[in-house]
């Protein structure tokens, strides 16, 4: 009962398509016509009943934002087209294409000087002594320098780690800069 009803409400989406471009669509609007309409209900029914049908904007087609997109999401976007609700709720999480974050900075320290002194084993253990001092560690990063091989001298490897502007004071008192 339910396919037919589906697949009835189909028929009238004979023959529409469209050359989607770059256009970022809105909540609900599958399609990316910048409507939100019963054609694009139509759109997540279809895809409901035949997944291999597709759509242009997945992300934009699970109206209800619970990961799934079916039968559902089109009684939504049609309720939203005659008016009965008045908003959709689209899970867009775009991911940050960059892991520097504003108000972070990296933050470095040499491992340890030849012959005299290792302040850290490693990498991981400059982090630990660092989180251990209630400073947040985003991220680590490890640089080799070329030095002459002398005791006293600065070993080659400095320890870097990405911290908030806020931690920077703390930082800096233990030594890191
Ligand atoms: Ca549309
Ligand atoms: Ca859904």
């Not at 997944?51 to 990961?67: R, T």
């Not at 609700?85 to 867009?92: Q, R, T």
């Not at 960059?98 to 320290?109: A, C, D, F, Q, Y």
């Not at 091989?149 to 703390?170: Q, R, V």
Request: proline content about 3%.
């Amino acid at each position: 009962m339910k396919r037919n009803v589906v697949c009835i409400l189909l028929i009238g989406l004979i023959g529409i398509t469209g050359i989607m471009n770059s256009y970022c669509a809105d909540c609900g609007d599958v399609n990316g016509n910048e409507t939100i309409d019963i054609i694009d209900a139509l759109l997540i029914a279809r895809y409901y009943v035949d997944p291999e049908a597709g759509l242009e904007y997945p992300d934009i087609s699970d109206v209800n934002n619970d990961d799934k997109i079916d039968i559902l999401d089109a009684l939504l976007v049609a309720q939203f087209y005659v008016g009965l609700i008045s908003e959709l709720e689209c899970g867009l999480n775009p991911t940050p294409e960059t892991t520097i974050v504003p108000g972070t900075l990296w933050i470095s320290h040499v491992s340890g000087i030849q012959c005299e002194v290792t302040y850290y084993e490693s990498v991981e253990d400059a982090r630990d002594y660092l989180e251990g001092n209630g400073i947040t560690v985003l991220e680590t990063d490890v640089e080799h320098f070329a030095v002459v091989t002398l005791c006293g001298m600065l070993s080659g490897i400095f320890y870097k780690a990405l911290i908030y502007e806020y931690d920077l004071e703390k930082a800096l008192d233990l030594g890191w800069n």
